[in-house]
């Protein structure tokens, strides 16, 4: 008798719009359909608000993507209705093991997935019985870590100057945790006479329109560009000198990876354990951010050196521990 293959939903965004989670689940499902047997595997991909078409395929395994404490405990008890195995990525390095939703779901999960070592320890702190794995957000089968198929439009590529190093700041939308913003647009802005005495010129990458441009440039030093469209990253990455994350938390930033893929350097706050190859500064000192950006606009002819990425194997071996052993 031929042996169904398994199925799995993969539950969250895809782009557009790009964001971090958005381009994990899209480069997992890339990886995915690229290297798992068709024979063995199905996996497919659904929103939220898509449960019930989800629920109707039956899937074997349910991973779910989810942010906030009481979606995960509500999903996990849905998928377990289902009778399906459920396993859940954490993005961020907070994971709050008193929060209800949250013990809910390591309670009735087989599995979490976790990107940084931060939320890998909370998680071990609440004494319950779960398989923890580290798996890197991009993988070295998936597409996302190849050259950019499209080219940044014209109108954007004639704004960006060529006379000056360009560095790039990203946020996905505008929010803050524990009191603090959590791209650091504010923090680079009060800092834009000292980057522009290094000759950088700033971009601030903004697909949700979330900052005020004057907002951005308060001192009007007037090295900034403010661009509100949602590019291709990789695409973007071609006409900037440094790649920068000064992020107030963080998960395992897939833009990091991206930029060393490129061969940028990359400077980041150390509020997380960051992948090798990039420079760090103390979070929230700017003396010391002036300091490594001019250790990392040094580095003009950097070597290409890929990020040290899992193989989607890895992922597929943890999908295989749970369904041998669910929650």
Known sequence: MTKKPLKVAVVGPTPPPSGGVASYIKGLMQACRLISPVDEWRFRNYTWYKLVELALWQPDIIHYNFSRSYKRGISTVLGRLMRSAVVHTIHGDQFDVTKFGNRIALRFSSGVIVLNDSAFSSILSADISIRVEKISPMFSES???????????????QLIPLNRKCMLVYARSRGAIRGQEIYGFEFIAGLLPSISNLGFHVLYLDPSNAYNSLALDPQGVGNTLHIVEDLD??????????????????????????ALDAGLPVLCSDVVDRPSGTITYKYGCRSDFISQLKMAANQKDSIKRPPQLDSISKYIEFLERAIDEPG
């Open 233 to 258: 990253f990789r695409a973007l990455l071609e006409y900037v000198s440094v790649y920068v994350r000064p992020t107030a938390s963080d998960g395992n930033s897939i833009a990091i990876l991206e």
């Open 143 to 157: 597409q996302c870590v190849r050259s950019p198929s499209v080219k940044l439009p014209m109108k954007i590529a």
